[in-house]
């Protein structure tokens, strides 16, 4: 029997102190907040709240939605309503809410990254991008992504964080379960420079352009190819819970385009999943691109659009794009040989 925790609901839960928080985003912020911790209670419960993994329909970008995306949807539009956001764009709605006359700000959102994982008790999030209101609902998102003025996510696992940025570093605030409250518990997160790491989906290798071959190929061959020592690959097919990683350890995550149809622009949307992650990513001192070019340079066209996404320790991402330069160049040939990256590790 499904079990109904709004009647059982302090209203205080899911608090959070302001002070570091720009003052026209603090009560939006508190919003989020609050229905975040709400969200997490109701994750926890797991099947004693009902069948939350169920499919019930497929979105405009093409993916299944379960139970639990529609709930996370409602509950986020409805927690803003009233606050300065006026515009709100999700990847389970068509086109762009909107939830006041007038509001300064337009909230993009993914309400449940990782929703396919639900039913295996695995770590999924909430994922946001803060963008100044402009003279229309689409204006406010179809801009360069650099214009963000924060962004965010919240992680639902063994703890429930929140890790956010306004553009002066990134934090990391954690629920504690007893008060009710999110504590600051990381004020400036920074990605370690030196790691062994990388995520990627392997089983799609044979789809994947060469240079994203080439780069993996050097990483498996360890200790005795051109990087000089082993590394070890982690994929959980949860963005949130990648990142999460990625922003404590240092690593490199990878979703490159490939050549399957469909594929050619990756599956991650550059709205409410890539450009928010770049934001806290650059922010945090590592890098963020689609494998060549910032995604924080990249123009938004549309509320659904595709970009492929490789981000994370900064020399990582720039070694992939060094792969793309030296795969166009004449001399390519050398390039199958990779003697010019046996001096880096």
């Known amino acids: 029997m499904a079990v109904d925790t709004t009647t059982h609901m302090d209203t205080a839960y899911g608090a959070i102190a302001t ?23 109701l994750i926890a419960m797991g099947e004693l709240a009902g069948d939350h993994g169920s499919q ?45 006359d007038t509001g300064a700000y337009g909230i993009a959102i993914d309400p449940l990254d990782g929703s396919s994982n639900i039913g295996v008790n695995m770590s999924v999030g909430t994922i946001f991008a803060l963008f100044p209101a402009a003279d229309s609902p689409e204006a406010t998102f179809l801009r360069p992504a650099d214009q963000m003025v924060g962004a965010g996510y919240f992680i639902y696992g063994p703890q429930c964080c929140l890790v956010v940025s306004f553009g002066e570093g990134t934090r990391k605030y954690t629920l504690d379960p007893t008060s009710g409250r999110f504590v600051l518990t990381a004020e400036h997160m920074v990605i370690p420079a030196q790691t062994s790491e990388f995520a990627i989906n392997a089983s799609n290798y044979h789809h994947w352009r060469a240079p994203i071959r080439m780069f993996v190929d050097d990483l498996m061959e360890g200790q ?11 994929w ?6 990648e990142t999460h990683r990625i922003l404590t350890r240092g690593g490199v995550f990878l ?20 450009a928010p992650i770049a934001f806290l990513v650059v922010q945090a001192q590592g890098g963020a691109t689609d494998g060549m070019d910032p995604i924080l340079s990249q123009p938004i066209t549309s509320l659904h659009q595709r970009t492929p996404f490789v981000f994370g320790s900064a020399d990582k991402v720039a070694r992939v794009t060094s792969y793309h330069d030296l795969a166009d160049r004449p001399d390519a040939a050398l390039f199958s040989k990779r003697g010019l990256f046996r001096s880096a590790k």
């Open 224 to 234: 005795n190819g051109p990087r000089g020592r082993a590394f070890n690959m982690r």
């Open 255 to 274: 979703y490159p385009g490939d050549a399957r149809p469909g594929y050619e622009k990756g599956r991650l949307r550059l709205l409410y999943e890539c």
């Open 236 to 241: 959980i097919a949860s963005l949130v819970a």
């Open 19 to 41: 002070d570091l928080i720009p003052a026209p985003l603090q009560d939006p912020l508190r919003r989020l907040c609050a229905a975040a911790a709400r969200l997490a209670r």
């Open 56 to 100: 019930v329909g497929t979105n405009l970008a093409g993916d299944g939605q379960k139970a639990l995306d529609v709930i996370a949807d409602d509950l986020f539009a409805d927690a803003l309503r009233g606050s300065a956001i006026c515009h709100y764009a999700s990847e389970e709605q068509d086109g762009v809410l909107s939830l006041a």
